[in-house]
């Protein structure tokens, strides 16, 4: 499996293996599967909050509610039915069906850098929608579609690790609890950081003295920054994420070269940082997939967005 978030959600996939292994363990598994929800939050929990940007506070955690809800259904009503089927009587479709989430995840991280080059702003479009009930509809299903992309990657992905000769039901039950552990670990987390600053604003205050009113005061300034951090963080997973999942499919598929020649230079720079060599060796692989994910999304998104307008 391909270096990066890749790998930690083949982490997931062989705890959904785990937990399928005997229905008795199932739910001991499915609480070690919520603890390796950490791999999808760098990605999800990065893009998701700033789709709550210009709702009203009291607004957030109802919005972060809706989308989470989106989420479970994503799993459970759309890519749990399609993956458990394919596997069924399709299963040399789950790798092309992974490479088109892992090709759309690459135009998006593309798309989100050409629209800053360009000058435009996700959250000049919010503001510029009074409508209260229309932003958050629109922020809601933006959430929804994306989720829907990093959610077909996990599932998809779990299921491929599952043994062939495993009961229709005991797949099912697996990868049920396999997407409420990650939901909720994702939108757990998403919820704590969109409200990190009304969390800091009711300890700096409420006649709260010393370190408590210097610890909210910090949370208030901080969030600005994490917020920032997080959209470029975003970006950077799309892309990373996206282009190790196509580097995967070109070796599953017999084109091996380019996902080759990154693998050995990843290893090639591990051996040569000594005791840093594994975590050297995992930072080379994960640019590598980035840098590979942002051409064929960069590609994309030129087509898609540059050229057309060239014709107005």
Excluded at 90 to 109: H, K, N, R, S, V
Aim: glycine fraction near 12%; hydrophobic fraction near 55%.
């Amino acid at each position: 499996m391909a270096g990066g978030l890749v790998a930690l959600l083949d982490d997931i996939a062989a705890l959904a293996k785990l937990a399928a292994a005997s229905l008795d363990d199932v739910a001991g598994a499915a609480g070690r599967a919520g603890a390796k929800a950490a791999g999808v939050v760098i990605d999800d929990t990065a893009v998701t909050p700033r789709y709550v940007v210009g709702l009203s506070p009291n607004r957030e955690l109802p919005i972060i509610g809706k989308i989470a809800l989106g989420s479970i259904a994503n799993k459970l009503l759309v890519i749990l039915p399609i993956a458990l089927l394919l596997s069924a009587f399709a299963p040399w479709a789950l790798t092309p069906i992974l490479m088109l989430g892992g090709t759309y995840l690459c135009f998006e991280a593309a798309e989100k850098i050409l629209e800053a080059l360009l000058g435009k702003h996700h959250g000049d479009e919010v503001r510029a929608i009074t409508d209260v009930k229309a932003l958050e509809k629109r922020q809601v299903l933006g959430a929804i579609r994306t989720d829907l992309i990093l959610s077909a990657e996990i599932m998809v992905i779990s299921l491929s690790q599952l043994p062939a000769d495993m009961s229709f039901l005991t797949r099912a039950v697996a990868l049920v609890l396999v997407a409420f552990a990650i939901t909720i670990g994702v939108y757990g987390v998403v919820a704590l950081i969109v409200k990190m600053d009304d969390i800091g604003l009711h300890l700096s205050r409420n006649g709260a003295t010393g370190a408590v009113a210097g610890l909210g005061r910090g949370l208030v300034k901080a969030m600005p920054i994490l917020l920032t951090a997080l959209s470029h963080i975003g970006v950077a997973a799309m892309a990373w994420v996206g282009g190790g999942i196509l580097l995967h499919g070109l070796e599953e598929f017999g084109f091996g070269a380019v996902p080759h020649a990154l693998h050995h230079a990843s290893e090639g720079a591990g051996a040569a940082t000594g005791a840093l060599g594994g975590a050297v060796e995992w930072l080379v692989y994960a640019l590598g997939s980035a840098v590979a994910g942002l051409i064929v999304g960069g590609v994309i998104a030129g087509l898609l967005h540059l050229i057309p307008r060239k014709g107005h």
